[in-house]
């Protein structure tokens, strides 16, 4: 990975683990993801209503990556709140993180992009999915797959799939948007109008999850009363932790690249969880921070 791809991401997981613990304590439903990437085209509609000239220059692939990406992101968010909401969020978080990785990665290889990543990448890779599942473990001896085989787990791997599912989406839209040229506009704003298109598709896909079920629709009539203003916050900062990721996608070899260094965010929230939350640090905690920062290591440098 570039300098440049690297202060991107690492910018990005500061944000990120920022506002998972401001919203640690919050029920997250896909009402309220909703509204989280409805305040995402609220903050994106200046540059989408600057740039919309362009728009319908796009090929028809172009609206079919937005539909995708806007899928996988929905598919992401309701998978992710259902999966706390079913289970322990110490074995469902570490699936719902670690498994992108290996999917984007094997499907980097599928497309015959394997000779993008190298093999310190790889070992970094599986070094970070490693350390994903010490991190949440109290005890050595709480690692076991029978803690694996219920509805949560099935619903965090649902998740992964969403986001190894975006990753990739995105990572092939920006490449063409890159390369149109009666564009007058940099990497940067190329990067942040597909970005707003995104929560627009998102919003959309969300929308026609909740609708059809009445306690979906309760539930956001909730959030609009109780958590609008988390919801909102958490929007803003969503989005611009992933406009940072996305631009990053421009100054890395391969997305499975920054889909791997993302997952630095993870000792960030350990240490935010531990300085401001009081949060212990059981020796597998620790052991699970060190092998996921080797695996860090070896995918920047790789």
Known sequence: MSLLALVLVLASALLHAGWNLLGKRRTLTASFFLL?????????SPLLLTDAYVVH???GSMWGWLLLTGFFQALYCTALAGAYRAGDLSIAYPLARSAPILVVMATSFFLGRGDQLSRWCALGACLIVAGCFLIPMHRFRDLSWKNYLN???LLALLAAVG?????????EALRFLRGVDNWDASVVERTLVFAGWQAISSSVWLLLFILP????RQTMRHVLR???AAAITAGVAMYVTYGLVLIAMAYAKNVSYVV???QVSIPIGVGMGVLFLGESLPAPKILGVLVLLVGLVFVAFG
């Open 213 to 216: 079920r009445s306690t979906s």
């Open 260 to 262: 791997a260094f993302r």
């Open 163 to 171: 986001t190894a599912g975006y990753s990739l989406v995105d990572d």
């Open 226 to 228: 109780l958590d609008c």
């Open 57 to 59: 220059t796009w090929p």
């Open 151 to 153: 509805r949560s787990c």
């Open 36 to 44: 989280a990437n409805l305040s995402g085209v609220a903050l994106l």
